[in-house]
């Protein structure tokens, strides 16, 4: 497995401003994956954080919304921009070793009024 | 396309009988399947996975799942439930995307044990 740690762990925001979330891992990992969970609902990928080049988005998410930075195989940032009350989400970063399991980070939570 | 199913939003049961949380999926070759817990206010933590081999999983605290190819299910079960195992349940399923290994989660299932 993997420690993985997120900050902020929450947060309240105003709309129109952005949030640019951490993600720590204790050693190299692979890959690192940012995920949305909305309220009530599953996870949704949002990108994969590529080391040294540009991420890869999934369709409905782009990099001017959430723009993402993976300097070094142990570190990632997501940046939530111009933020709106639909943007109100649990953010998860996730990593994986071994190219099959993926282990998650405790999440970011938050809210945006 | 990859996807998963779980039909059922809630599970109860009672404390001390056995507990299934249903899976079912869909995809083309060979299905690597997993399942996860999050307990409130929690990220997600890997309980067990399916990659190839025995079609019985043993995962973490007690927790087992079935692979049934013909049923293209991946039940998660526990032989006598704990209130502690109260918490949301997801199956994923591994598919493939340019950069590498993406998950696709199910909708989750709520699984709540009663004393």
């Known amino acids: 497995s993997a420690v993985i740690s997120q900050k902020p762990s929450r947060d309240i925001c105003q709309r129109g401003t952005s949030l640019t979330i951490q993600c720590q891992v204790d050693s190299q990992v692979t890959m690192m994956f940012w995920y949305r969970q909305q309220p009530g609902q599953s996870l949704t990928l949002i990108a994969t954080?590529?080391?040294?080049?540009?991420?890869?988005?999934e369709s409905g998410f782009v990099i001017d919304k959430f723009p993402i930075s993976r300097p070094n195989l142990t570190f990632s940032t997501l940046t939530v921009s111009n933020m709106s009350p639909e943007d109100s989400s649990i953010y998860l970063c996730?990593?994986?070793?071994?190219?099959?399991?993926?282990?998650f980070g405790p999440g970011t939570r938050l809210l945006v009024l | 396309a990859q996807s998963v199913a779980q039909p059922e939003d809630q599970v109860n049961v009672a404390e001390g009988n056995p507990l299934t949380v249903k899976c079912t999926y869909s995809?083309?070759?060979?299905?690597?399947l997993f399942w996860y817990v999050q307990y409130p206010n929690r990220g997600l933590q890997f309980l067990l996975k399916?990659?190839?081999?025995?079609?019985l999983v043993k995962g973490s605290y007690g927790f087992e799942a079935e692979f049934n190819k013909s049923q293209t299910s991946f039940h998660l079960k526990k032989p006598s439930a704990l209130v502690s195992d109260s918490a949301l349940y997801f199956c994923?399923?591994?598919?493939?995307?340019?950069?590498?290994?993406?998950?696709?989660f199910g909708g989750g299932t709520r699984l709540m044990v009663k004393p």
């Open positions: 954080a590529n080391q040294g080049s540009e991420a890869t988005y």
């Open positions: 994923a399923v591994r598919a493939l995307n340019n950069a590498g290994n993406m998950l696709t």
């Open positions: 399916y990659i190839t081999g025995d079609n």
């Open positions: 996730s990593v994986s070793r071994d190219r099959e399991t993926q282990y």
């Open positions: 995809v083309s070759g060979n299905p690597y």
